[in-house]
């Protein structure tokens, strides 16, 4: 355990949990901000690290304490005062919290960053002792991503998705018999791959447990079924053939041949770049259905149980497109076909109007501001 000097931010006598990222792509204010749930961000860390901390942990230092992206949380009540110092459920569940909002806060965008890690402990007497440091899993991009910017609404969006699934989870009861959390659990783990074939076999999945196929019928219900929610109808076509291609590239992930098998059609050059085209239409289409479920109450009910969801699929076409909307439009994801160094799309590739829209948030220097962040002009 270290001591720690803490900044006016962070209460005395307190637990706390704080999980930081390194070089994100973050435009919040430098004072911070409070989201509903009552969770801090702050764009520094919050805490001074001392010359022992300095010296325990290395070079790990200068990363941690450059974190621009901190989330924070902190408490004085739910313990008895002898127990400040011990490390507990307390601080367990506050750090469950805060990387709950963070999972949620990648389903609205592709989060960038060079490191992550979590902290836990306690303020006693204005010092902060750290009682455990640990690196965070790390939440992937596809290839060909388009850059995306962490802004003070979606911040508030990630918490308030946090809330609501929190919330149908407890009304769902055992997690592991809900085939919504089973599904949840297989995108949140494609987040977390490195190869776009292990992530697009993720997604595939996790929106097959939205749709719940008839045994025989997958394909083509994955198809219609996804179809319904992935584009608006005068679309629906294209989308049908884009979500036919996904499925059959996912087919052959899971038997092991090469993952673009399936695009045999398109000349041997450009199937590389449909694959990754193919595999960020099905992380958006994922991600966002997922964000709409929780988002929406009145579809609650019919993703609780297995019944449920299969009486849900029997309702007319024009009833599920009411009820779950286009929560993402796949066939205007556009094929990327020049990449930055990082492997996002190159600037070139940017849809019309990003610059103009640069430029009125940062005035002249928009684009030079991007580059600051990490993204190539």
């Known amino acids: 355990m270290t001591d720690l000097n803490t900044k006016a931010r962070i209460p005395s006598d307190c637990k706390f949990a704080f ?36 010296s325990w942990l290395g070079i790990q230092a ?43 806060l990648r389903l609205l965008g592709t989060i960038e960053y060079e490191s992550a890690f979590l902290i836990i402990g306690h303020v006693q007497h204005g010092r902060a002792v750290c009682q455990n440091l640990s690196k965070f899993e790390r939440l992937g991009i596809t290839r060909g991503c388009l850059p995306w910017i962490i802004r003070q609404e979606h911040l508030a969006e990630a918490a308030t998705l946090t809330q609501a699934k929190a919330s149908l989870l407890a009304s769902s009861g055992d997690a592991r018999n809900v085939r919504l959390f089973r599904g949840w659990w297989a995108l949140t783990t494609a987040l977390q791959q490195f190869y776009a074939s292990d992530r697009i076999h993720g997604f595939v999945r996790a929106l097959e447990a939205l749709i ?13 079924r996804c179809s319904l929610f992935a584009a608006p109808s005068a ?29 045999a059609a398109y000349p041997s050059a450009e199937r590389e770049d449909i694959a990754y085209w ?34 849900f699929w029997r309702n007319p ?24 160094g990082w492997g996002r799309a190159a600037f070139l590739e940017w849809p019309s109007g990003w610059r103009q829209t640069l430029e009125r948030r940062y005035g002249s220097a928009g684009t030079d501001t991007f580059r600051a962040l990490g993204f190539s002009a």
């Open 278 to 311: 193919r595999t960020r239409q099905m992380e958006s289409l994922a991600c966002l259905a997922y964000a709409k479920v929780f988002a929406d109450n009145g579809l609650h009910q019919h993703f609780q149980t297995d019944a449920a969801l299969e009486q």
């Open 62 to 104: 200068s990363q941690i304490s450059g974190a621009n992206l901190v989330f924070v949380r902190t408490t004085t009540t739910g313990f008895a005062p002898q127990h400040l110092p011990i490390s507990d459920n307390t601080n367990l569940d506050m750090a469950k919290q805060i990387e709950n909002i963070f999972t949620m």
């Open 235 to 263: 679309a629906k076509n294209k989308a049908r053939e884009d979500l036919e291609e996904a499925y059959k590239m996912r087919c052959d992930v899971e038997h092991a041949h090469q993952w673009d098998r399936s695009l």
């Open 212 to 224: 719940y196929p008839e045994v025989g019928k997958t394909e083509k219900q994955f198809i219609h």
């Open 19 to 54: 999980l930081g990222l390194t070089d994100a792509g973050v435009d919040i204010p430098d004072v911070g901000i409070t989201l509903p749930d009552g969770t801090h961000v702050f764009t520094q860390l919050p805490i001074e690290l001392d010359s022992q901390w300095q």
């Open 317 to 340: 076409e024009h009833e599920i497109r009411l009820a779950l909307g286009t929560v993402c439009d796949i066939t205007e994801l556009k094929l990327v076909r020049n990449y930055d």
